[in-house]
Nanobody, 118 residues
């Protein structure tokens, strides 16, 4: 089993946008799905969004309409576009691959910090 690497975080002002990327060795976006999670300081890790291999997406209510998932099926990379960021979005973001295909299962590993200031 592999571990994912998330990148693209940073410090922004409320209302601004960030685009996170997630990759994992052996991950094939054509046959694998991806979950995005976040964990704020002192809080439990929570699920944020998911996409399947065929593009079906679901979102946490608080990010619905602001966040969107897309995938590059050539680069085998999944993206989380985050618009209209709010201070409550501040957290360490990570991703987790899933699916029955080889290389799909990839536990969350290196995350990327997102900090949103008022």
């Amino acid at each position: 089993q592999e571990h994912t690497v998330a990148s693209g975080g940073g410090s922004v002002q409320a209302g601004e946008s960030l685009r996170l990327s997630c990759t994992a060795p052996g991950f094939n976006a054509n046959i694998c799905g991806m979950h995005w999670y976040r964990q704020a300081e002192g809080k439990q890790r929570e699920w944020v969004a998911s996409t399947t291999d065929f593009g079906y997406t679901t979102y946490l209510d608080s990010v619905e309409g602001r966040f969107s998932i897309s995938s590059d099926k050539v680069k085998n990379t999944v993206y989380l576009q985050m618009n209209s960021l709010k201070p409550e979005d501040t957290a360490m973001y990570s991703c987790q691959g899933f699916g029955g295909g080889p290389g799909c299962a990839a536990d969350w590993g290196q995350g990327t910090q997102v900090t949103v200031s008022s």
